[in-house]
């Protein structure tokens, strides 16, 4: 069975370094951009004003995926929207 767990806290985000990085070791995707000393520390500087939305879904309590996400606010014609974007968007590959 697959469990779906949302990281909206910086603290508990860090915490997930150990596992993030094992998970991405074995991925296709291995970049310096999806690290999880990147990812935190693109948070620290840049995710002022942007809500932190880590998706990770585990099977058997195992880490087996990692959508690193947050929203983002912007205004145009008098209009609020909120998207969700990459975290690094758009300072990063």
């Known amino acids: 069975m697959h469990e779906v767990y949302v990281i909206s806290d910086l603290e508990e985000l860090q915490s997930l370094q150990n596992e993030w990085n094992s998970l991405l070791e074995k991925s296709y995707a291995n970049t310096i951009f999806l690290a999880h000393e990147w990812i935190v520390d ?3 500087y840049f995710g002022k004003g942007k809500e932190l939305l880590v998706i990770l879904v585990k099977k058997d309590k195992m880490l087996v995926g990692i ?3 947050m929203i ?3 205004s145009a014609f008098g209009y609020k929207n909120k998207k969700i974007q990459f975290i690094g968007h758009p300072l990063s590959d």
């Open 42 to 44: 693109w948070w620290k």
């Open 67 to 69: 959508a690193p996400l």
């Open 72 to 74: 983002a606010s912007s």
